[in-house]
């Protein structure tokens, strides 16, 4: 073994130990379900080919091979039926930062920095225990043919963890095409591309970096600082177990996405597994990717260069019967401007709470946080002379020549109230176990949010899923009488200060329901802090005229036409049609009439929808 500093690899002294090439891993993309595992299980699992040539095989192994009790399988499980494979070594970086061996057989003696197991060594002897996926090993094939091997395992996603100043045993699950060592390091300035080896004949060379990597092999690759490199197009979420868990109260969940490279680039997510449920991008062409996901499974996008975006997948739990938690797994594939690809696995897992009814089947309130839009498409026509048929006062609706598009925020807990809210964050308690399942919560008050754990990582940050909307304020907590607003004198110094974090309304949030505010309730006083009228730094304007608004919210019928077209609707979705009265806003009657500003109410009407974003039942 040699002691290799980042500017001495170039005087390695390589030998030939015979005959040898590096592996060639292919992908079979089969999938066995049933091998190892009970037919109804949620972890799907794939199959990896490896063709291990005679001498030593540098291998990228991306399954994790389990026995039937759900553990690591030992070397012997999964090398055993082939009497050539005799050496299975396993790289420590941690142990030894700036240590790689310049002659294959120099991993075997299983010293300080490896975990070897060989076939003819005493059990106690072997240090390689187990065999983990999304891990570089070195296998010795004794004999004079290949031995092609299938190893059947878990699969999760991968995120590569460099250590500095050293080199690191890697390898890149690779497309039909895969990309050269210049473009997949190209980006990075912590990886010099004359510092990358592999494996020939076996011995270690250093790479042409316009020769393209090959499908799982594993490389020696030099990382000179600190960095959290993912390829040229970074996909990257939080997680501890390398699955898009939305457990049993999450809807949707945050990715990010980046292109690092001069030109754009594409994303791709293919379904390779389905087990009950769907995945969807719930954002709109607004942001930068819109995946347009399909029913097959199948989105992409394309990320223009130097630009990073969010993605916001959404899980509808259609299933009925069988299992509680599914999984399905996906194939996130980046696609560079010369056609060539790599991928990472994408296991996504969803559950439903236990006994759980929809509103679709039962009528019951479904609890949690539930996010969407109002549309309108009508509303109070102020020309004069415009009145409702048939009738000589009022104003009358009429259509508007752009519809109005705005967010709306409710929430229902486990007795079925319904509160209006303006804004949310979800977070999670301090984890103080990873043993321990992550508790969700839904916190209103910003100044309680450094007190929690954020659920998606962002710059290195765990930061929380923040929904608002600025359609809307809620009013004060305890609103002034309206004899106060014409009481020149009055101090608003004995307001309170408070504001709601949330409005309990009237009615349920069920097929058919009817959801409205209480009378008087959603009320923005003359010194509310966003009364339209109100200027805090102008001697005129300092209060302004008393708005109250008064919404209805009929939710559509389960055989109604508009329910009809939605996959979901009673349980993760619901629509209807909203109206709101607001008086204080404005006037419709001519100046001089007997009408005294702030003037009679104006009326709007249009559709809302509705999507549960989790099934959380108390808020913090």
Known sequence: MTNITKTGIETLGVKSIGYAHISIVKFVGMLIASLWLSPLSADPVQVQELELAPGWNAVWLAVAPQTAEGKAADPMTVFGSEPDLTTVSRFLPARAPVQFIDDPSGAAPGGDFWLTWRRNTTVGENTLGSITGNAAYLIENS?????????????????????PDAFNFIGVPTGSTPPTFADFFGPSPAHDLGQVFRL?????????????????????VFCSEGSSYQGPLPFIFQSADGLLDFGTERETMDVAAGNLLDDPAGLHLVRVFQDGFDVFDAVSAGRIVDYAITQTGAGSGTLPSRTSAPIRLEVRRDWTGGEDTRSNLYRVEARLP?????????????????????????????PGLWVG?????????????????????????????????????????????????????????TI???????????????????????????????????????????????????????TVNFDPATLSSEYLESLELDGELVPG???????????????????????????????????????????????????????????????????????GLGRTSPVGSEVNPPGEALQARGRFSLRRVNSISTLE
């Open 143 to 163: 004999g004079d043919q290949p031995v092609t091997i299938q190893v059947t395992g878990e699969v999760a996603f991968h995120r590569f963890t460099w250590v």
């Open 200 to 220: 020939e004949l076996g011995s270690w060379v250093a790479v042409n970096p316009n020769e393209r990597m090959r499908e799982n092999e594993a490389y020696w």
């Open 338 to 366: 010369d056609g060539s690809s790599y991928y990472q696995f994408l296991p996504v897992r969803a559950s439903v709470p236990t006994g759980l009814p929809t509103a679709g089947e039962s009528g019951d309130p479904l």
């Open 373 to 429: 839009d109002v549309l309108l498409t009508q509303s109070t026509s102020v020309v004069d002379g415009k009145t409702d048929s048939g009738t000589t006062v009022g104003p009358r609706l009429e259509a508007v020549r752009r519809p109005l598009r705005y967010r709306l925020l409710l929430h229902v807990d486990d007795t079925g109230t319904v509160r209006l809210l303006s804004d949310a964050t979800i977070l999670q308690r």
């Open 432 to 486: 103080v176990d990873e043993g321990i399942p992550p508790e969700y919560i839904i916190v209103l008050d910003e100044n309680d949010i450094p007190n929690f754990v954020g659920i998606e990582e962002r710059g290195g940050r765990l930061v929380g899923q923040r929904f608002d909307t600025a359609a809307y304020d809620l009013p004060r907590s305890v609103i002034p009488p309206v004899s106060a607003d014409s």
């Open 513 to 583: 329901g009817l959801i409205s505010t209480v009378e008087g309730s959603f009320t923005l006083d003359p010194w509310h802090r966003t009364n339209p009228y109100r200027h805090a730094f102008h001697p005129e304007h300092q209060r302004g005229f008393r708005v109250t608004r008064e919404w209805t919210l009929h939710v559509d019928e389960v055989n109604s036409e508009e329910a009809q077209t939605l996959t979901g609707f009673g349980s993760t979705l619901f629509s209807g049609v909203f109206t709101e009265t607001i008086t």
